[in-house]
């Protein structure tokens, strides 16, 4: 059976971007984020291929998602980047010898429900100016005074999250790293600041620990830029097929809504993949996809399990041709731009109708 959607996930292309990571920022251990199962890659083969090149750590926003990992004899560290949002969840994390980001204060009362001896790893999270999680700077001194008084506690290090480090011209990124580094003046413990953009862009983010996400899978978080800019290689190529290939007269239109009209005789595709696959409806016509390497542009509204393709650029297409939607000569940085949104989302809105092969 041919499958209509395959995601080819190069786990070998991973394993080179957190090289790249490491060379961007050599001082500094990685803990690569692999939430959202692996932003979409499939966690499991992500995390094992992160864990056999070394990876110092890995994330991820919930204990479900820890579990998963635990379960698949993943036993490298693991950060729970939102905590824990109940006691059995808090006892769960300790069983499974998570390290716990602790960002407010109830997180610390279901922690030290646990007991006063109970060894939990932890990494406290301040709010240096994303103001979604985090402790207020002023913060600190208290929260030494907790660890202070819970000897089973491992300090890890602290946390923060960058608001705007993809806008290279945003001073704020400074301001936050300043506002964190001042808040913990001669407070021990290592820090970690950077995600992707502050990887890239901000070399003063760098600091003992970076939280790489998206760069892991090859896509650049920098607007105008591709993750190749960076020596990033794409770890995702995802291909459909063509199952319908016709020629209209100028004049008709194609699709639900007659959103696209063809401006003259037009040979139009349709290739066996929708947003029930990932690909949104807000895709627009003119959004670029490839058959046989040539660029053709989406016509008409994207449907639940197709789209309609105008081919006047690769007309010899036939039945059965491969259509990239993105991939290492398609970036997903790229079609994401045209579609209004950010790479990210491309990857993590892959539904369970794909089919993942990886290499
Ligand atoms: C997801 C996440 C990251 C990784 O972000 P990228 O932009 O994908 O590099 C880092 N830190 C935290 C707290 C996160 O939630």
Not at 75 to 90: K, N, Q
Not at 179 to 204: D, H, K, M, Q, T
Not at 245 to 263: H, K, M
């Amino acid at each position: 059976m041919i499958p209509r959607v395959t995601a080819t996930i190069d786990l070998a292309a991973l394993q080179h971007n957190l090289g790249v990571v490491r060379r961007l920022a050599p001082r500094s251990r990685v803990m690569a984020a692999v939430k959202a199962n692996g932003y979409g890659h499939g966690a499991i083969p992500v995390a094992r291929a992160l864990e056999a090149a070394g990876v110092d750590a890995l994330a991820v926003a919930c204990l479900e998602e820890a579990v998963e990992l635990r379960r698949a004899h993943i036993h490298c560290p693991v950060a729970l980047l939102e905590g824990v949002i109940s006691e059995e969840e808090a006892a769960q994390a300790v069983y499974q010898r998570l390290q716990v980001v602790v960002h407010d204060h109830w997180q610390i009362e279901l922690l030290q429900r646990l007991g006063r001896d109970a060894q939990v790893g932890i990494w406290f999270k301040i709010d240096s100016g994303m103001h979604r999680l985090g402790f207020p700077l002023t913060d600190v001194p208290r929260l030494l005074d907790v660890l202070r008084a819970q000897p089973g506690w491992t300090l890890h290090g602290w946390i923060t999250h960058l608001a705007s480090a993809d806008e290279p011209d945003n001073g704020f990124t400074r301001e936050q790293v300043a506002r964190f580094g001042a808040a913990l003046s001669g407070v021990p413990g290592p820090r970690s600041i950077g995600n992707s953009a502050g990887i890239i862009g901000w070399p003063e983010a760098r600091a003992d620990w970076v939280r790489p996400g998206l760069m892991i899978y090859g896509a650049s978080p920098m607007p105008g830029q591709t993750g190749a800019d960076l020596g990033l290689k794409p770890v995702m190529r995802l291909e459909s097929r063509l199952i319908a290939v016709r020629d209209f007269e100028a004049g008709e239109t194609i699709g639900y809504a007659q959103s696209w009209t063809c401006p003259e005789r037009t040979r139009i595709g349709v290739a066996a993949v929708g947003y029930a696959d990932g690909i949104h409806r807000t895709f627009r016509s003119g959004t670029a996809a490839m058959v046989g390497g040539r660029r053709v542009a989406y016509a008409g509204r994207v449907s639940m399990d197709m789209i309609t393709l105008d081919l006047r650029q690769a007309l010899d297409a036939q039945v059965g041709d491969p259509v990239l939607l993105w991939g290492e000569e398609l970036p997903a940085e790229e079609i994401a731009a045209q579609a209004g949104t950010i790479p990210y989302e491309l990857f993590c809105g892959l539904t369970q109708r794909v089919h993942f092969r990886y290499r």
